[in-house]
């Protein structure tokens, strides 16, 4: 889980890290959580990066909150999900961020407990994954189990790496969502990895060639330059 959070108190800071920070479960990586005291710092970032949540103070000296949850709706195609953090908690205050794009709005001072139960119900509502059967996600043709780590196409197994299958997961699950490079690399790679392209370029090749990630499948995976990767499903039309 990838985080990005905007509080122009260093303190509150630290104290919002610490409460996210222990909210991944047993065996999962930890979340990559990332501090903004700048509405205009993180507005640079969500230009060239992808985040799950963000977590946003409304009063700030430069971009407010509300005003960078705003730029997030109107501009990115798929935003991520957000929580308002604030000391305002007038009922017109509460409505204007909603209406704006929040998911949902914590007054401080914050109790941890609270946040964490926030957060957890925002991601699951916003969460884009396929329903899933028996740890079984079907995409078209293709056929994932999550139990065993493979891939099949019409009965036929594809073969291929666990970190490949991983990959390839992530994509689906985010049809039409542009997926930073680091984000992918944070998920999918050993920080002494990360500072190559290179792996995974190599990764992309070779998905797109094993699961024939083709318009003709009805599948085209594009490459944003100077971004990431998005996945998208595509309609073949017959002449």
């Known amino acids: 889980m990838r985080v990005a959070i905007l509080d122009d108190e260093p303190a509150e800071l630290r104290r919002v890290e610490q409460t996210l920070q222990q909210m991944a479960e047993a065996g999962e990586q930890p979340w990559s959580v990332h501090s903004f005291e700048r509405g205009e710092d993180l507005l640079r970032q969500l230009r060239r990066e992808t985040f799950d949540l963000l977590i946003l103070d409304w009063q700030l000296p430069d971009l407010t909150g509300l005003a960078l949850l705003r730029w997030t709706r109107e501009h990115m195609e798929a935003p991520p999900a957000a929580i308002m953090l604030t000391s305002r908690d007038g009922e017109s205050d509460i409505v204007q961020a909603l209406n704006a794009g929040a998911d949902d709005y914590v007054s401080k001072p914050f109790r941890p407990n609270e946040l964490k139960a926030r957060v957890t119900a925002v991601l699951r509502r916003h969460s884009h994954q396929r329903p899933t059967v028996a740890n079984v996600l079907r995409f078209n043709d293709l056929v994932f189990d999550d139990a065993e780590l493979t891939v099949t196409r019409e009965g036929k197994p594809i073969m291929m790496t666990e970190r490949e ?48 990630l083709t318009a003709d499948r009805g599948w085209q995976l594009l490459t944003i330059y100077g971004y990431g990767y998005r996945l998208e499903s595509v309609v073949s039309v017959t002449p």
């Open 165 to 212: 299958y991983r990959l390839a997961h992530c994509l689906f699950s985010n049809l039409g969502r542009p997926l930073s490079r680091d984000y992918l690399y944070e998920r999918f790679w050993p920080h002494e990895e990360m500072a190559s392209s290179r792996p995974l370029d190599t990764h992309i090749y070779r998905l797109r060639n094993k699961l024939g």
